[in-house]
């Protein structure tokens, strides 16, 4: 006998992505128009030639969660995509990214 599963109270009603480049400087790389009900993830784009810091504040290259090329953040779990801040440690560092 087959399990019945119900996603029903985790379907993704309504979901957000986009790609970005920062460089050295810190910023807040989310638009004030993005809404995030429950979390976002963040991936380094694996022909980075640095790595991407994740933070919730102006953030230093070597702070924050830490991502290499190729690889992707857990679910931060926030309200508010303006909290998130993002530094590479060389310029034009690629990333994408979804927020549920």
Do not use: C
């Amino acid at each position: 006998m087959a399990n019945n599963v119900s996603v029903g109270n985790e379907a993704m009603h309504n979901w957000q992505a986009g790609t970005g480049t920062v460089g050295t400087t810190p910023a807040q790389i989310f638009p004030a128009e993005f809404k995030v009900t429950k979390y976002v993830v963040v991936r380094a784009n694996a022909g980075n030639s640095g790595t991407i810091s994740l933070n919730n504040s102006a953030v230093s290259a070597d702070g924050g969660f830490i991502l290499a090329a190729g690889d992707t953040s857990p679910e931060i779990k926030i309200n508010d995509l303006s909290k998130v801040w993002l530094v590479g440690s060389a310029a034009d560092q690629a990333f994408s990214w979804v927020s549920v």
